[in-house]
């Protein structure tokens, strides 16, 4: 990995990715405003069931790593590459069939090792200097952890030949 926490590169952006990055951000900035008023007018019809509530909140936190992700991205290009590679060399230590195919766990542990590094970006901690192990934890979490394999949004993810219930 090259990057150090606060290394920005050199010379200008593109105009493609200057509307890249105001394009992205506003569409998240925009849904997030579209569930702060669902919000509000949950709150104002005297909405108070904490399952609702939960999935709204969600809704918030997904959108803020996603502006997480996407205003690293210019400064930290490196990174999405490191992860991949980092994930694929903790993959090839131990293969696990899961519910999910091999090929979902990788790209949504990629997700959250870049969700990790980028989280520990801002609290200046260098993704040189979180332990060897990290993307092995990641993967391995990813792979057993309960909501990510059964969960009924995945299903169109699911490994057509795994008939495994969890």
Same mark, same amino acid.
């Given at each position: ?10 010379? @200008? ?31 104002? $019809? ?28 210019? $400064?930290?290009? @490196?990174?999405?590459? $490191? ?25 949504? $542990? ?18 040189? @200097?979180?332990? =060897? ?30 008939? =495994?219930?969890?």
């Amino acid at each position: 990995m090259t990057s150090g926490v606060r290394d920005v590169p050199a010379g @200008d952006l593109s105009v493609e990715q200057v509307r890249l990055i105001v394009q992205r951000l506003t569409a998240i900035h925009e849904q997030l405003g579209e569930v702060v008023k669902m919000m509000h007018r949950f709150a104002a $019809a005297g909405g108070r069931d904490w399952r609702t509530w939960d999935r709204l909140l969600d809704h918030i936190g997904r959108a803020g790593t996603k502006l997480t992700q996407y205003s690293g991205d210019p $400064a930290h290009p @490196d990174w999405h590459p $490191a992860a991949e590679k980092a994930i694929a060399e903790a993959a090839s230590t131990t293969i696990k069939d899961g519910v999910l195919s091999e090929v979902t766990h990788r790209k949504l $542990a990629e997700a959250l090792l870049l969700t990790i590094w980028r989280s520990g970006g801002y609290f200046l901690v260098n993704p040189d @200097d979180w332990p =060897d192990l990290l993307p092995a934890v990641v993967l391995g979490a990813v792979r057993t952890a309960p909501l990510i394999n059964a969960d009924d949004l995945m299903d169109h993810l699911r490994d057509p030949g795994n008939t =495994d219930p969890r």
